[in-house]
């Protein structure tokens, strides 16, 4: 297995809550999100993501706004 670029993967994370224990660890936040039927925070927009909205009904609706 490939190891684990948590150091460059926090570089590219938005994720504003603090006491995640995830970040940077994206296979497990993947997972996590996915459990909950959710997407990660990497997945959203600053203002989105600040409303700790993830869930895969509020990702598709910014999917139809787009187009």
Wanted: proline share 6%; glycine share 2%.
């Amino acid at each position: 297995m490939k190891e684990c670029k948590m150091k460059e993967n926090l570089s590219y994370c938005n994720c504003t809550y603090e006491p995640c224990s995830r970040k940077g660890i994206c296979c497990e936040c993947l997972r996590y999100h996915l459990s909950h039927k959710e997407l990660p925070a990497c997945f959203f927009p600053p203002e989105v993501e600040r409303t700790y909205d993830r869930s895969i009904r509020r990702f598709l609706s910014l999917y139809k706004e787009s187009k």
